[in-house]
């Protein structure tokens, strides 16, 4: 019963961070390694507290990775939602937009990345990724790391 805890907390502290460090970005702010250690250590609270709050077991590194990735993907679809709203805003005021870009307010997500996806876009991707994942992970590890030396210590 623990892990389907770990899992759902995993989700529900992705979805989270994801949509909480989409925010900055979508008001044009990007610093590329202090938001995204930022988001990390968010989603490692999340994770911790929440599992923490079900009595479920501390997460280990495979449910903070896994919610690592359910960020990197909730953030990259809220930046979507965000742009295509933007671009039907666009289109609304200004109507030649779509006869000079047909289909642009209507781009699917995948097409949408795929537009998007220059090397240096990618380049930065990847690294807001990583460091997000990084940070959460050795967090997580190290929170649980501590419970257990505490515990130990405790014992004794």
């Known amino acids: 019963m623990h892990h389907w805890t770990n899992f759902a ?6 979805l989270s961070t994801g949509v909480i460090a989409a925010l900055p970005q979508s008001s044009g702010m990007f610093l590329v390694g202090l938001q995204s250690l930022a988001a990390g250590a968010l989603l490692s609270v999340l994770l ?3 599992t923490a709050m079900f009595g479920a077991s501390r997460p280990r590194w495979p449910v903070a990775l896994l919610a690592a990735a359910v960020a990197v993907v ?3 679809v809220w930046l979507y939602r965000l742009a295509m709203a933007r671009r039907q805003d666009a289109a609304a005021r200004e109507p030649a937009v779509e006869m ?3 289909g ?3 781009q699917g997500f995948f097409e949408y990345m795929q537009s998007e996806a220059t090397t240096s876009a990618m380049l930065l991707w990847a690294l807001d990724a990583c460091l997000l994942a990084l940070a959460a992970v050795v967090i997580v590890e190290l929170s649980s790391r501590w419970r257990i030396t505490v515990a130990h210590e405790q014992s004794s």
Do not use: D, K, L, N
């Open 9 to 14: 907390a995993a989700i529900a502290a992705g």
């Open 48 to 50: 911790v507290g929440g």
């Open 74 to 76: 909730a953030q990259h």
């Open 100 to 102: 000079f870009r047909p």
């Open 104 to 106: 642009w307010t209507e």
